[in-house]
Structure formats: structure tokens, C-alpha cells
């Protein structure tokens, strides 16, 4: 669920990403994407800060950060709130 995904990319963001990788995260972005629109702040955050964390190319990543923007902005998030839990998942 997107509970456990957000968390998921939480924890990898933390850890040291080996190259190769790289594919299970491309599929693990594609099943994030299915998930983002029943995500809240805190996840949507958790979601953005691990997968910038995990230094994936901009390509494969552009598509979930437009779907976190446009999952805020649906949900009604106001800016400051998800600034607000970036920087508390970043801590």
C-alpha cells in the first residue's frame, strides 16, 4: 500500500544504492506511481526526499516528482505543508 512504499523509499534513501539496481528501482518507481494518488503529505514527502536520496537518473524519476506535485495539489496540500514534511522526513 502506499504506506509501505512510502516508507520503503524512506529507508532506501538512506542506504548506499548500488548501480545495479537500478532496474527493481525503475520498477519500484512505475509501482510507486500507481500508488501516489491515495498517498497524504507525510507520504508524498517520504516518497519525494527517498527517491532524491537515492540519486536515480532525472529520467526515470521525472515522471513520480510530477505525480507528487500534481497529488499535492489534488489533495489540496497546501505548499508549506508538504515543505513542511519534506523537511521533517529529511531530518
Avoid: M, P
Avoid at 2 to 29: C, S, T, Y
Avoid at 40 to 58: D, F, M, S, T, Y
Avoid at 68 to 89: I, S
Wanted: some cysteine.
Amino acid at each position: 500500500n502506499h504506506i509501505h512504499a512510502a516508507n520503503l523509499w524512506n529507508k532506501l534513501g538512506k542506504q548506499r544504492i548500488e548501480r545495479w539496481h537500478e532496474e527493481r528501482l525503475e520498477q519500484l518507481v512505475q509501482r510507486t506511481l500507481d500508488l501516489v494518488a491515495s498517498c497524504e503529505a507525510r507520504n508524498l514527502a517520504n516518497i519525494a526526499h527517498g527517491v532524491a536520496k537515492c540519486g536515480l537518473q532525472v529520467g526515470v524519476v521525472r515522471s513520480l516528482y510530477t505525480a507528487v506535485a500534481e497529488a499535492a495539489v489534488r489533495g489540496g496540500l497546501a505548499a508549506d505543508a508538504l515543505f513542511a514534511a519534506v523537511a521533517e522526513a529529511a531530518v
